[in-house]
């Protein structure tokens, strides 16, 4: 009879070098993530330092940081890329309801 063969174990230096092999890829992209991801800046304000990506709402409208800046007295629209573009005010439909 033969007998069945014995399982291989893997030393702590190969499961060390499985796992950061594995893992590795995946840091990478959580960094690329971290690095882009868009961050809520508040209402936008004269003097405050933006960063790319920083988010803010100016004039009903949401805008976008594309380039890091101290915010002056006046909006700086080519610091800015708009996002959400402010729409019309709505009726509130609560004064007209007849009920």
């Keep these: ?9 893997l030393t702590a230096d190969e499961v060390a070098q499985l796992v950061y092999s594995t893992v ?15 961050k ?4 936008y304000e004269s003097g405050v330092a933006y960063c790319e990506h920083d988010v803010t709402t100016h004039s009903g409208s949401l805008w976008e940081c594309v380039r890091s800046h101290t915010a002056g007295e006046s909006f700086d629209f080519a610091a800015w890329k708009l996002i959400v573009k402010k729409g019309k005010d709505g009726k509130d439909l609560r004064k007209h309801e007849s009920r």
Excluded: D, N, W, Y
Excluded at 2 to 8: E, L, R
């Design 24 to 38: 590795r890829p995946l840091v990478e992209k959580v960094r690329v993530l971290e690095a882009t991801a868009l």
């Design 40 to 43: 809520s800046a508040g209402i």
């Design 1 to 9: 009879m033969t007998q069945p063969a014995k399982p291989k174990f």
